[in-house]
């Protein structure tokens, strides 16, 4: 490798429709992106967008404000941060489906995740969605219009009595909402270029994308997030949309939330590794047409689904996968670089790191969040399901029945199981604390919820039936 970045554009990619941070959380950390050698933020609103009018009820409760908004791209702007915007716009559409008012514009009637691409409101939709974006984004040159992963197209009723028609095919009905999207951003937006992702144009021949005139709308962003990507096959796929006649294009790696629908710690040798494919790419690659890279870093899986990593969590390894991709590669002085930054030391690749500390923006989180994930539920399981006195004396048949052999209850040390929670309770106290300083009320309600409440609930339980058993003793 060249030992210097082939990616003109930078980006780090913030997807908002889980755990959107604060805004002066933003100010603090975009600093930190500029300085690792971001140039840009590809920012996916979905309800975070203070939408107006009739498309209000898309905000989330804590939606940022037009003036919040602009103190964004103001703080982007500062730190030399490039801002383009995205809105869903075919496929993941479940922050608009599942609401009743427009219920009936879904492709399949019970699935909210897909827009119906016949009827006009559709469009309609979408267009108005944009325009609102565009308002408050005044002079960008890229607007990312989504269209990934449209699960179940063609399977709603009027998509299949379209597909009935002997000229009409799948294809065609893929391309045909694309292309009136992008057309609608580039006749209102000349100087504006669509970006979509590209995995529901893979399949499709040359000659067909070639006679589509896609290529002439679009710039597509092709993405992989695994460790052992293949690097000749997305060459040859590079080939093949320059062969179509696309004169541009983009790719997509991930730094965080790629491993797992509920990963709650990154795992930053999979994205190093993913981000060192993607070098390899570029340097076999068309190098003409490639306008940058964006590292994702996706809260949910879909709007419905939990919280993976939060995004101070994940930030040794957007550390980790810029650097790499600044110096073209990963070596021991690059690692000197990232632990100079995030203020850590021993920097761990492979492994996770248990006690693990650092001073950038947002470590406290990254440190109590390692702290909890590796040593709570250990601690608990530990007790509950490897101590003998309690799998073998103090079961789940006496605890409902308050039976305990007297002469147990000194092995079991319900002072020892009261003290292992008090300091249990003390950590999600401080965690809570660190949480609420970067994130909105519901996040962090969700986060402690699906990561810690189970888990202190079962020492809380364990704790009460054996005080109700020695109750029952005297």
């Known amino acids: 490798m060249s030992g210097s970045s082939p990616f003109r554009m930078q980006l780090v990619h913030l997807d908002l429709k889980g755990a959107p941070p604060k805004v002066s959380y933003l100010a603090e950390i975009f600093p ?30 804590h939606a940022y404000s037009p003036s919040e908004i602009k103190e964004i791209l103001h703080q982007a702007k500062l730190h030399e941060l490039e801002i383009i915007p995205l809105v869903q716009t075919f496929g993941h559409m479940e922050f608009v489906l599942k609401h009743e008012q427009f219920s009936h514009l879904r492709e399949v009637e019970l699935f909210p995740n897909a827009l119906n691409p016949h009827k006009e409101e559709s469009l309609a939709l979408v267009d108005t969605m944009i325009k609102q974006v565009m308002e408050l ?25 379209w597909l009935q028609q002997e000229q009409n095919n799948m294809v065609k009905l893929c391309l045909t909402q694309m292309k009136a999207v992008a057309s609608h951003v580039l006749i209102h937006h000349p100087n504006v270029k669509p970006i979509v992702w590209d995995d529901m144009l893979r399949g499709i021949s040359e000659e067909y994308l070639t006679e589509s005139g896609i290529a002439q709308l679009v710039e597509p962003m092709i993405w992989d997030y695994i460790e052992d990507m293949d690097v000749h096959g997305k060459v040859l796929l590079m080939d093949k949309y320059r062969k179509c006649g696309f004169p541009k294009l983009w790719v997509a790696s991930a730094f965080k939330g790629a491993t797992g629908v509920n990963q709650s710690l990154t795992i930053i040798g999979h994205h190093l590794k993913n981000n060192i494919q993607w070098l390899k790419v570029a340097d076999s690659g068309p190098a003409e047409m490639l306008q940058g890279i964006v590292l994702t870093g996706w809260q949910r899986y879909d709007h419905f689904s939990v919280l993976c990593e939060l995004l101070p969590v994940g930030i040794p390894s957007l550390a980790v996968c810029l650097q790499a991709l600044k110096h073209g590669g990963y070596t021991d002085n690059v690692k000197k670089i990232v632990e100079k930054y995030l203020g850590m030391s021993n920097l761990e690749i492979n492994n996770f790191m248990s006690e693990s500390s650092g001073t950038f923006p947002g470590s406290d989180v990254f440190s109590l969040v390692t702290q909890v994930s590796f040593h709570l539920r250990h601690s608990v399981d530990e007790l509950l399901e490897r101590n003998r006195y309690v799998t073998g004396w103090f079961s789940s048949y006496h605890r409902k029945r308050k039976m ?26 401080e965690l809570q604390a660190a949480l609420e300083r970067i994130f909105y009320p519901d996040a962090v309600e969700e986060w402690l919820e ?21 109750a029952a003793q005297s």
């Open 32 to 61: 930190l992106f500029h300085a690792l050698g971001a140039n840009g933020i590809l920012i996916e609103y979905e309800d975070m967008f203070p939408y107006e009018g009739p498309l209000q009820l898309l905000r989330a409760r």
């Open 404 to 429: 305990i052999h007297p002469v147990m209850i000194q092995y079991i040390q319900p002072d020892a199981i009261r003290y292992l929670l008090t300091r249990w309770n003390a950590v999600i106290q």
């Open 137 to 161: 984004h005044r002079g960008i040159r890229w607007f990312h219009i989504g269209c990934d992963e449209v699960y179940y197209l063609g399977e709603g009723e009027m998509s299949k009595q």
């Open 450 to 470: 699906e990561n810690t409440y189970p888990t202190i609930q079962k020492l809380q339980q364990l704790l009460q039936d054996l005080d109700a058993a020695i």
